[in-house]
């Protein structure tokens, strides 16, 4: 297991190589934020239109972005061994990944802290509006896609999963 962790001499050769900072960290961020941000808009929601109760949705977005983090770590860190690839160390992206979907789940959960969930909601629609904007940017920056394009995409992408998780909320 040791030889698969990175050291620090590898880490500094992967953020000073273009090329392999997009493969290596960008990417695999990249998709687990775009992940953790849509994939937990369906529980959440529904939750939040089902019980509108605060604490609820709360520890079902925790869950949520949980269960995605650790999933997608395992998904991305055993997709490849980054040999024919050439996206490097395997735990390593996992990680990358997985803390990335985490954090793209649990940033629009932290608004239901807040005990009114009328309240809660408008703070949720605000950071998951934060959340596809710096996706997009993202998309842009290193991926040289449209900006307007790139926020078309992702918030799309973003509210399908919002009706559906409003949709089975309110049935």
Same mark, same amino acid.
């Given at each position: 297991? $040791?030889?698969?962790?990175?050291?620090?001499?590898?880490?500094?050769?992967?953020?000073?190589?273009?090329?392999?900072?997009?493969?290596?960290?960008?990417?695999?961020? &990249?998709?687990?934020?775009?992940?953790? $941000?849509?994939?937990?808009? @369906?529980?959440?929601?529904?939750?939040?239109? *089902?019980?509108?109760?605060?604490?609820?949705?709360?520890?079902?977005? *925790?869950?949520? *972005?949980?269960?995605?983090?650790?999933?997608? *770590?395992?998904?991305?860190? &055993?997709?490849?061994?980054?040999?024919?690839?050439?996206?490097?160390?395997? =735990?390593?992206?996992?990680?990358?990944?997985? &803390?990335?979907?985490?954090?793209?789940?649990?940033?629009?959960?932290?608004?239901?802290?807040?005990?009114?969930?009328?309240?809660? &909601?408008?703070? @949720?629609?605000?950071?998951?509006?934060?959340?596809?904007?710096?996706?997009?940017?993202?998309?842009?920056?290193?991926?040289?896609? $449209?900006?307007?394009?790139?926020?078309?995409? =992702?918030?799309?992408?973003?509210?399908?999963?919002? @009706?559906?998780?409003?949709?089975?909320?309110? $049935?």
């Amino acid at each position: 297991m $040791s030889e698969n962790i990175p050291n620090l001499s590898e880490l500094s050769e992967v953020v000073e190589n273009d090329k392999s900072f997009v493969l290596r960290i960008v990417q695999p961020g &990249l998709a687990g934020l775009m992940d953790g $941000s849509v994939s937990t808009l @369906a529980p959440i929601f529904a939750t939040a239109f *089902a019980t509108h109760n605060s604490r609820t949705v709360f520890l079902i977005g *925790a869950a949520s *972005a949980v269960g995605a983090g650790i999933s997608m *770590a395992f998904s991305e860190g &055993l997709s490849d061994d980054g040999e024919l690839t050439g996206r490097g160390n395997p =735990v390593f992206r996992g990680l990358v990944t997985g &803390l990335m979907t985490f954090i793209g789940g649990f940033l629009h959960t932290l608004p239901f802290l807040i005990p009114n969930v009328h309240t809660a &909601l408008t703070w @949720a629609y605000a950071v998951v509006g934060v959340e596809l904007v710096v996706i997009a940017l993202i998309r842009h920056r290193y991926f040289k896609t $449209s900006f307007g394009l790139s926020c078309l995409q =992702v918030i799309v992408g973003g509210g399908l999963v919002f @009706a559906a998780g409003v949709l089975i909320g309110q $049935s």
